[in-house]
């Protein structure tokens, strides 16, 4: 199986937080983006949904979004694409992640990037350029997690 087109790209889900009592005072660290992507088939169509969160927190260590954090701010976006496949050989469940995390992403990224900086000029906030979209990085820790573990020579 190949992808023959895109079929579509769209907004299915979407937040925007921003809880004022928080900006009083306090240091402000940079912004955290998290991702999520999932996948199925729907006869011809790869359907690939792809959740993105920007995250303002205060605290500096904060990684995993959390629903208890201390985010100043919280923008979240989630898009399905559908991909036509041409007829041919089944892809494996491990090829269809790999496309969405890979592609999916880089189809996704610069809608994302348009609905975080439209939302953040709504809010009369400062704007924010989202980092461009690296697939060489995602497929290289894609590769990394599939290798297995390497067992220490024996003297």
Do not use: C
């Amino acid at each position: 199986m190949r992808v023959d087109e895109i079929r579509f790209i769209r907004l299915i889900g979407s937040a925007f937080e921003f809880p004022r009592r928080h900006m009083a005072g306090g240091e402000v660290v940079p912004l955290n983006i998290h991702d999520h992507a999932a996948t199925h088939l729907d006869g011809r169509d790869l359907v690939v949904q792809i959740k993105l969160t920007l995250r303002l927190s205060a605290d500096a260590d904060a990684t995993q979004e959390s629903e208890e954090s201390g985010d100043l701010l919280r923008i979240r976006g989630e898009f399905e694409l559908a991909y036509r496949l041409s007829e041919g050989d089944a892809l494996s469940e491990a090829d269809l992640m790999a496309f969405a995390h890979v592609n999916g992403m880089m189809n996704a990224v610069p809608y994302w990037r348009e609905f975080v900086s439209s939302t953040l000029v709504r809010a009369g906030l400062p704007s924010y350029e989202v980092p461009p979209f690296n697939p060489f990085k995602i497929a290289s820790a894609m590769r990394a997690k599939s290798k297995p573990a390497q067992e220490p020579a024996a003297d």
